[in-house]
């Protein structure tokens, strides 16, 4: 199946820092997801990318998929962003990276 | 709108029991998917269902089956629990008209203890 790393795996900012989190996968992918898991376990939905860029307020995404990889950017980071972000390509299912763990401190 | 709902939220069973795990889509969506999340690491694929037909199976043993009903909704069984399937089981809904998973959307989840 089709390989996704994430990097990297943790990420310790202080608020109002930028970010940069990084998906690579190892084969060619109908599409694309981020998404960031509360505390409670939702995972919400931040972007469906399969290709170019795609911006929601602070968060934006770059999808590469020539080059089989997604970026996500968080800019003047708050502490509402921290939790676990993955990505997630879809071949026909989701196959998830293991997440970026993120932690903003006030 | 209502988005995908799922129940119960926490159960705790023991060794060789079974769970039944349901889901309700979002208004619309006519596929569902089941995904297990085990501690630490991202959510696996169990299932696939469209139009209450399987369309994808992951690699888990036969003790996890699933079904669709006629108004989309969905039911993940897991028959003699083992500890290992101590995990957070997590719902998804999309459309299902595209070629691939499509766009999904995850419900809360259902987070199994086996003691």
């Known amino acids: 199946g089709i390989q996704v790393e994430q990097s990297p795996p943790d990420l310790i900012l202080q608020e109002g820092a930028n970010s940069t989190l990084r998906c690579n996968f190892s084969?060619?992918?109908?599409?694309l997801q981020w998404f960031h898991q509360n505390p409670w376990g939702q995972l919400i939905n931040l972007f469906y990318i399969p290709s170019g860029t795609k911006q929601n307020g602070r968060l934006s995404a770059t999808t590469v998929a020539t080059e089989r990889y997604s970026l996500l950017y968080i800019s003047s980071s708050q502490t509402t962003d921290s939790g676990v972000y993955f990505c997630a390509v879809d071949d026909y299912k989701l196959s998830f990276g293991a997440g970026t763990t993120v932690t903003v401190r006030a | 709108d209502a988005g995908v709902t799922q129940s119960p939220t926490h159960l705790i069973k023991t060794r060789g029991q079974h769970v039944t795990l349901r889901c309700s889509p979002i208004?619309?969506?006519?596929?569902v998917s089941w995904y297990q999340q085990v501690l630490g690491q991202g959510p696996q694929f169990i299932f696939q269902y469209y139009e209450k037909e399987e369309r994808g199976r992951g690699n888990f043993p036969d003790r996890f089956s699933a079904r669709q009903f006629p108004n989309y909704s969905s039911e993940l069984n897991v028959n003699a629990l083992l500890l290992g399937d101590s995990a957070l089981y997590l719902c998804?809904?999309?459309?299902?008209?595209?070629?691939?998973?499509?766009?999904?959307?995850f419900g809360e989840g259902s987070r199994l203890t086996v003691l």
């Open positions: 084969d060619s992918v109908n599409n």
């Open positions: 998804a809904s999309s459309l299902g008209t595209s070629g691939g998973a499509g766009e999904l959307f």
């Open positions: 208004s619309g969506h006519k596929s």
